[in-house]
């Protein structure tokens, strides 16, 4: 081991990348997504959501998002306050009839079906787990009137391939990282949910979900039935908003000007095939760069579950809390795993909004640093 204190070496700055933002939520916040804040710092900024401009930019977030994901007429962009991990209680109270069914393969699938499972009016969920680094597969069961999906599992970097299971009942997917940086097709799925901090590259804080027909039909349903539902989770209010281009309380106006900056980039350079073209390009100079190194390999041991926008990788030898320092110290930053997860491992960041060009340069950063750390 090196005695110089780890956090002081100094990687060289023709390694460095552009822009040193990898993190998996908040992450990279491109600089005109800033600058059309700036734009808008007196037309928009500090003024009311009731009103044209700000019902302007949540219409053209809706009309944007349709059109990303092609998505068949009849279908809505939902939005409301309170990020994903509020829309699980949404779910709970609004799309969830009787009894879900829940793939559980790392931390945040977990928590929708806790969420689920603490639901007094609610049968317990079914749960279907698998090791971190892995996913299951929905199994068919006809006492479940919502599958619970995971696109894209933050917490392992594991991605899944979403399909309709043979059943009735909604596929619901929490795609909160893989929302425009990985492809789905919506004839398999119900509803597809999101927050704008991770491949929209904005802020925290709203949740978004595309709802099929059948969706709709079943918010109205559950509403008809008069469950009790607080109106700050209740999906039908949120619905009647929506249309008209509002929230149902105030929502953070910043966020949305971010978030429709970068839906009308990725619309302008070609659509999800585009924004998805560069995730899986950062993901396959990320994997096949930890092939080649002894001290590196990718967490995920089944190549066609590897995440195109979070990246794990297992490091043997060497501290990856160490590593992760050391980039932190020189700018590059958010590369520690989930900590959870407890594992000597770094994880990457790869939304849309990241350049290609800079996660090759993270690769040699992490070159110099373990060089340096076991020399
Ligand atoms: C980040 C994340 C969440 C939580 O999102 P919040 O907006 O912080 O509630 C939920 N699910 C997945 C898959 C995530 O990546």
């Not at 393969?105 to 603490?118: D, I, Q, R, W, Y």
């Not at 930890?290 to 089944?302: D, G, H, I, L, Y």
């Amino acid at each position: 081991m090196s005695q110089t204190p780890p956090n002081t070496f100094q990687i060289p700055a023709k390694l460095l990348p552009l822009d040193g933002r990898f993190g998996c939520g908040p992450s990279k916040v491109r600089p005109e997504q800033i600058e059309a804040i700036r734009q808008r710092a007196s037309s928009v900024m500090g003024t009311s959501h009731r009103q044209a401009p700000v019902k302007n930019i949540v219409g053209s977030v809706r009309s944007g998002l349709e059109q990303l994901f092609s998505l068949p007429d009849g279908w809505q962009i939902v939005l409301g306050n309170g990020g994903s991990t509020v829309f699980w209680d949404v779910a709970m109270f609004g799309l969830v009839q009787q009894r879900s069914q829940h793939l559980v393969f790392g931390e945040f699938s977990s928590k929708f079906a806790e969420a689920t499972l603490a639901a007094p009016h609610l049968g317990d969920p079914v749960v279907i787990s698998s090791e971190p680094g892995t996913h299951p597969t929905a199994v068919p069961d006809a006492s479940c009137d919502v599958y619970a999906l995971t696109h894209n599992e933050t917490s392992t970097g594991v991605a899944m391939q979403l399909s309709r299971p043979r059943a009735d009942g909604l596929v619901v997917v929490d795609a909160t990282s893989a929302a425009g940086g990985l492809l789905w097709n919506p004839a398999d799925v119900d509803v597809y949910y999101f927050a704008p901090q991770k491949s929209f590259a904005s802020d925290g804080g709203l949740w978004l979900a595309a709802c099929s027909p059948a969706a709709i039909e079943r918010i109205r349903q559950i509403k008809a039935t008069k469950r009790w539902i607080p109106a700050s989770l209740d999906i039908s209010i949120a619905l009647d908003n929506s249309v008209a281009n509002q929230t149902y309380n105030t929502p953070a106006l910043a966020t949305l000007i971010m978030l429709d900056d970068q839906v009308q980039w990725m619309l302008n350079n070609g659509g999800l095939a585009w924004a998805a073209g560069r995730s899986s390009e950062s993901a396959r100079i990320l994997y096949d760069w930890a092939q080649a190194r002894k001290w590196a390999s990718p967490f995920v041991s089944n190549p066609a579950q590897r995440s195109n926008v979070v990246g794990t990788i297992d490091l043997d030898g060497v501290d990856a809390n160490q590593v992760s320092a050391i980039l932190r110290s020189n700018g590059v930053v958010d590369t520690d795993s989930y900590r959870k997860l407890g594992r000597n491992q770094l994880r990457v960041g790869m939304f849309p909004a990241v350049d290609p060009a800079d996660v090759e340069q993270l690769t040699r950063c992490i070159d110099v640093v373990v060089e340096h750390l076991t020399a």
